[in-house]
Structure formats: C-alpha cells, structure tokens
C-alpha cells in the first residue's frame, strides 16, 4: 500500500463549478499536510498548508480528518487557470521536508 | 527575485554514461533536496542537504547515485553508468529551513532536469 493515495482523476469541471477530492495517508502519526499544484511539464508550486482545524484560502478550502486519515482539497467557482495536477504532500516521520511524502497526483481539467 | 536554477533542462545520454546535474538555490535557503518525478508518479525523495551536510541519503536508489553540496549554495547531484530507469525529471528544491512548521519555509521546486537514457 502506497504511503499516500490520490484519485488520479481526471476530474473534468465546468467552470463556475465546486469539485472535491480527497487523498488518504497510511500513517496515523502524520503531522504536516499540503497541496502542491503542479502545471503540465513545469514544477510543483505550494498552493496551501491543511490545518488540523482545516483552513481556507480564497476558492480553495482545505480539510484533514485524522480518525479516517485523509484530507481533502475542494475548489469553489472553478477557473479554467484551475486546470491543474493537485499534489497531497504527507510527512512521514517527522517535521523535516526531507521526510515528505508526496502523492502521484490528482488531475484537474476545467472546461469552458 | 531568482527562484532556484536547475541546469540543463534536458538531458539524452546514452545507457552506462555519467551525467552531472546542477542545482543552485535561491540565495539564503540553507536546505536543498533532490527529487525525482517519473511519469505518473508522485515524486520521489533521493536527498536533502542541510548546509553542506547530507542528513538523509536514503532515498538514493543506488551507489550508482551520488550528490553534493558546496559552500551552503551550489549542489550537484551525479548518476554513475546511467540505466534506462533513471530516465525521470530531476527537480531540486530548496527552503530556507528544513522544517516545514516554520511558518515561511515552504519548498521551492526548480523547472527540473529531464534525463533521458537512450
């Protein structure tokens, strides 16, 4: 079993919409939670850190569920800039960075 | 202001040859990692660099893989006889700590190496 699992989507959204995925981690002593998004062929770039009380930026609004050991990302009034892969990045062992653990990625795609 | 500077962009090489990829930091993050992103896949940890010193290699996948870091800045990261699966992008990060609670120390990724091995 993978360390951290994601949908790998595509999850097609007409602009204007709401979609919501969620990404499940293997261990329960997990401490740190990110989404990273990711534009086809470029680098993945920090969109927000999930607070365990859960926290919102803007569109987006990030959730973690510690019993079930996921956390979710949901995007409000979907953008076509939106289209992206959406990276679950999970610490594993300990506060480092260089313990992440990042997931394979959700995609994406917002259709006019 | 400059982001962190990978070079080269891309890479072919032929299967048993060495390649030597450059990372360079954005100026004063102290902690540099290496990773590798193969298609489909989520990214895959090979090495962070506090420093100058490597606290973690365990993610190098074989002696064939080795890297380095000089005067806290500048970091390269070698493939020794290169095989066909280490074809993959190569992204550097760095951060200004390598804590992630540290409120500001969020990773900043390169545009990547694209490593081909023909």
């Known amino acids: 079993r993978k360390e951290v699992e994601q949908d790998p989507g595509p999850f097609n959204v007409p602009e204007g919409a709401t979609v919501a995925f969620n990404c499940t981690y293997s261990n329960s002593a997990s401490q740190s939670f990110f989404w990273y998004r990711q534009d086809c062929r470029k680098e993945p770039k920090l969109l927000m850190s999930v607070y365990s009380s859960g926290n919102e930026d803007g569109r987006f609004t990030a959730q973690l569920n510690r019993a079930s050991q996921y956390i979710s990302l949901l995007i409000r009034d979907s953008k076509l800039s939106d289209s992206a892969t959406y990276l679950c990045v999970v610490n594993i062992e300990s506060d480092s960075w260089g313990k992440l653990q990042f997931g394979a990625g959700t995609q994406v795609v917002v259709t006019p | 202001g400059a982001g962190v500077s990978q070079s080269p962009s891309n890479k072919v090489t032929e299967k048993g040859k060495d390649v030597e990829l450059r990372c360079d930091p954005i100026?004063?993050?102290?902690?540099l990692y290496w990773y590798r992103q193969s298609l489909g896949q989520g990214l895959e940890f090979l090495i962070y660099f506090q420093g100058n010193s490597a606290p973690d290699k365990s993610g190098l996948p074989s002696d064939r893989f080795s890297a380095e870091r000089t005067g806290g800045s500048v970091s390269t990261l070698t493939i020794q006889r290169t095989q066909q699966e280490d074809s993959a992008v190569y992204l550097c990060a760095s951060s200004y700590t390598s804590f992630v609670q540290v409120a500001n120390s969020p990773l900043h990724f390169g545009n990547g190496t694209r490593l081909t091995v023909t």
């Open positions: 100026s004063g993050h102290t902690a």
